[in-house]
């Protein structure tokens, strides 16, 4: 089955610094998608992202995310100035559609750790 | 706005046996789909079964099938002949209606901790 690849599966970073959480979605899909999940807690919606753009965004997506298809094959998820709060497992998301049968695929995660 | 509710943070079941994870939703919408996901150690986030709320016959996957009352909003899965390697996080979802604007916007529960005893 195809699989959606997240890099790298573990990043470290000081409190206030820059990340960047890379995604390469599943090859013909056009729709994607972050998640978050805070240890011990529910997943989390956090953007949508289609046709080059941010189609729905969670009011946890707030100015200090951003998200970019920066070479047609790639999708990735910035945190301009990480908080401590910041500290989750980042799932990146993708699907071929958004009809209702859809099948959405995630990839492994990536669990940031803001120091 | 959607919610999803599972009221048990840890399940244990026998090898072999066969265990219920409970799982309640609230929403005001009548064309949805529900999920069940696994997440094991790996942290991976593995679609199990799904079931569209206008059909009334439940889904079934092999060894799992699920228990929809539509009219109680309750979504519960069964997993028969319990083997170790369905030991993990088990979260059920929530995703409305291309028609209500949602995308793949997933809502999730809080998720069940199954344990599988040798």
């Known amino acids: 089955e195809p699989e959606v690849t997240q890099t790298p599966s573990h990043q470290v970073t000081q409190m206030g610094q820059e990340v960047i959480l890379r995604c390469v979605p599943i090859?013909?899909?056009?729709?994607f998608y972050w998640y978050r999940q805070i240890l011990g807690q529910k997943v989390e919606f956090l953007v949508s992202f289609y046709n080059n753009e941010i189609s729905e965004k969670s009011e946890i997506f707030d100015d200090q995310f951003s998200v970019e298809r920066p070479d047609g094959s790639n999708f990735t998820l910035k945190i301009r100035s990480t908080k401590l709060e910041d500290s989750a497992m980042y799932f990146c998301?993708?699907?071929?559609?958004?009809?209702?049968?859809?099948?959405?695929?995630f990839g492994s995660g990536t669990q940031l750790s803001v120091l | 706005a959607q919610t999803v509710t599972q009221s048990q943070p840890e399940m244990s079941v026998q090898e072999a046996e066969t265990v219920t994870l409970s799982c309640t939703y609230d929403?005001?919408?009548?064309?949805?789909?529900l999920f069940w996901y696994k997440q094991p150690p790996s942290r991976q986030m593995i679609l199990v079964i799904r079931q569209e709320a206008y059909k009334q016959q439940n889904a079934t996957e092999n060894r799992f099938s699920v228990n929809f009352q539509k009219a109680a909003k309750s979504f519960s899965l069964k997993i028969s002949d319990s083997q170790l390697g369905d030991a993990a996080m088990y979260f059920c979802a929530y995703r409305e209606d291309l028609n209500s604007g949602g995308y793949q916007k997933v809502t999730f529960g809080t998720g069940t901790k199954l344990q599988v005893i040798p």
């Open positions: 929403t005001s919408e009548s064309d949805y789909y």
């Open positions: 090859s013909n899909h056009l729709y």
């Open positions: 998301a993708s699907s071929e559609g958004t009809g209702l049968s859809e099948k959405l695929f």
